[in-house]
């Protein structure tokens, strides 16, 4: 292909490659379909790559006549091992996918169909996940997990093999895979909470992929939620959190739940109800086996959370390895973690500092990884932080034998 001269309005102005299935977007350029729907869908830009104009409109339209062209040129030129492109299939469209849903839920015995149809639609491209958005498939799809559709259907998997799933199950997976939009997900939470209580229902008792996607979609949801959802975040939510974060389904999954948490507690009396589910225990048990950055930064962000309460703090406390341990990530996940945990030490000595709690802090290490903190590069708002803790405490901590020398050099005269 290299030595022969190939027409420049043959080849895709983003792939330099011959098109095979050429669409033309609302500036006027033509482009090969599989490029423009992975810049405009997947790669979410919203404007034309070739004349960097916003596309109010992401239609595409097929151009059928260079198509043709393309298509005969390939034939003229098949002594020199060109190959002829095939006319492709045409994409799937928005009336499509309305009838297949507007079938399935008037005949129930359609839903098999349906819902392998789905599958298969949403994971041909990006492109075909906003058709199904736009036709209602979300909203369809919700249904079904709500209804807790029990009905078994067989699936037929990427690499070929089947397996049997409740249709609510399948629904949910077919759901996660979509990504709903913002707008899509705002809407479905904003008309009924009933899907939040539903996806609880699954984290609750389905089996693990279910309660994996539930997290996840549970997570997107309240990203978009308004401020009276957040604070009316039921405090069973909080005890799927646990359980799911105790059982380890998937980092994916474990994740998710983390960063719903991090949404979640700055809102009304959400630390209470997370403290009050276990979720202060299993975050430091977590911390205690985990040296994954992310991991790590999210746990800490969510102790920061809890600690500006009370009982936050009461329940870290509680925990024999929880000043230990929130010590230890200092200056070992990452910057944002050194900040996080120097915050925690930060509640903890303002407000929770008992002569226990400040012995304590002295035998574990902390005072000692403090003083380390002020000798190494780190953010000025974070030394700032502990030298006023170091400060606070300094009439117990300074001078002791068990702060080694070359540490309390660097311990604030006040």
């Not at 507007?102 to 149809?117: E, T």
């Not at 549970?218 to 909080?238: G, R, Y």
């Not at 170091?390 to 006040?414: A, D, E, G, Q």
């Given at each position: 292909m ?13 792939s ?85 849903i ?16 789905l ?5 041909e ?19 079904i997990i ?5 009905t ?20 949910l ?13 705002k ?21 693990y992929q ?40 998937s ?7 983390l960063?719903l948490?991090?949404e ?12 009050e589910?276990?979720?202060?225990h ?11 950055r ?15 309460c ?12 929880g ?24 509640s ?37 932080k502990?030298?006023?803790i ?25």
């Open positions: 290299d030595e022969i001269d190939v027409p420049s309005h043959f080849l895709c102005p983003i330099l490659q011959l098109m095979r299935d050429p669409v033309t977007v609302a500036t006027g350029i033509t482009y090969d379909r599989e490029q423009i729907e992975r810049w405009l869908f997947s790669c979410k830009n919203n404007t034309c790559p070739f004349t960097k104009q916003v596309l109010v409109d992401t239609d595409i339209t097929p151009n059928h006549t260079l198509r043709r062209l393309i298509q005969s040129w390939c034939i003229l030129n098949a002594s020199l091992g060109i190959e002829r492109i095939p006319t492709p299939k045409p994409p799937i469209d928005k009336a499509q996918i309305v009838k297949l507007d079938d399935a839920s008037k005949f129930p015995k359609m839903l098999l169909k349906c819902l392998q149809r599958r298969s639609i949403a994971f491209s990006d492109r075909n996940k906003k058709c199904l958005e736009a036709a209602g498939a979300v909203e369809f799809l919700a249904s709500k209804k807790n559709e029990s078994v259907i067989e699936v037929v998997l990427e690499d070929g093999s089947r397996e049997f799933k409740r249709a609510s199950d399948e629904a997976n077919i759901l996660y895979q979509l990504e709903p939009s913002e707008a899509g997900l809407s479905l939470i904003s008309r009924d909470y009933g899907f939040v209580e539903s996806l609880l229902h699954v984290m609750k008792g389905g089996n279910s309660r994996a996607y539930a997290a996840m979609l549970m997570k997107s949801a309240f990203q978009v939620a308004d401020p009276i959802q957040l604070i009316n975040a039921s405090p069973h939510i909080f005890i799927q959190i646990v359980h799911l974060l105790r059982d380890g389904i980092q994916q999954a474990s994740k998710a739940a960063k948490l991090v979640l507690c700055p809102w009304g009396r959400n630390r209470i109800k997370a403290v589910a276990g979720v202060s299993v975050l430091i048990e977590i911390l205690l086996d985990s040296s994954e992310r991991t790590c930064e999210l746990i800490l962000v969510v102790l920061d959370q809890l600690c500006s009370a009982e936050g703090r009461a329940e870290l406390l509680k925990h024999g390895a000043l230990a341990i929130v010590s230890k990530k200092i200056l070992r996940v990452s910057q944002v973690g050194t900040d996080r945990a120097v915050k925690i030490l930060a903890i000595s303002k407000f929770s500092a008992t002569s226990r709690v400040l012995q304590e802090m002295l035998q574990v290490g902390v005072v000692s990884k403090l003083c380390l903190v002020l000798q190494v590069d780190s953010s000025k708002k974070t030394k700032e502990t030298r006023e170091l400060n606070l405490h300094s009439s117990v901590w300074k001078n002791p034998s068990c702060i080694p020398p070359r540490l309390l050099s660097s311990y604030p005269s006040s």
